[in-house]
Nanobody, 123 residues
Framework: QLELVESGGGLVQPGGSLRLSCAAS????????IGWFRQAPGKEREGVSCINRSESTKYADSVKGRFTISRDNAKRTVYLQMTGLKPEDTAVYYC?????????????????WGQGTQVTVSS
C-alpha cells in the first residue's frame, strides 16, 4: 500500500513562495506518476501539476510559470515549488499517485491520495 503525506503548507503574503513536499512510504515511487491537486472552499478539486517517471511535467494554465514540480525517487518525495503566490491560490493542496509506466502524466485517474496541506495566501 502506497501512503502519501503532504507538508509545507502555511500562510504566505501575496507574491511569496512556498515549497510543498509529498513524502511516500510503503512502496518505491519509480512506477508512479505524481500529481498535485487543490480544492478551494466551495469549489471543485482541480489538477495543478503532474510529473511522470521520466520527469516529464504538466501544469494547469493558472500556475504555468509560477509553480515547478520535481521528484526525488531516492527520497520518495515529490515537491511543488510555488512562487508568485496569489490569493486565488488559497486551497487545500493534495498529492496523489497513479501507476503510469508510459506516456505523459495526466491530471485525472489517481488511486492514492494524501490528506492535504492548507495553503493560504493573504496579506
Amino acid at each position: 500500500q502506497l501512503e502519501l503525506v503532504e507538508s509545507g503548507g502555511g500562510l504566505v503574503q501575496p507574491g511569496g513562495s512556498l515549497r510543498l513536499s509529498c513524502a511516500a512510504s510503503g512502496r518505491s515511487l519509480d512506477a508512479y506518476a505524481i500529481g498535485w491537486f487543490r480544492q478551494a472552499p466551495g469549489k471543485e478539486r482541480e489538477g495543478v501539476s503532474c510529473i511522470n517517471r521520466s520527469e516529464s511535467t504538466k501544469y494547469a494554465d493558472s500556475v504555468k510559470g509560477r509553480f515547478t514540480i520535481s521528484r526525488d525517487n531516492a527520497k520518495r518525495t515529490v515537491y511543488l515549488q510555488m512562487t508568485g503566490l496569489k490569493p486565488e491560490d488559497t486551497a487545500v493542496y493534495y498529492c496523489a499517485a497513479t501507476v503510469r509506466l508510459f506516456g505523459p502524466c495526466v491530471l485525472y485517474d489517481y488511486q492514492y491520495w494524501g490528506q492535504g496541506t492548507q495553503v493560504t495566501v493573504s496579506s
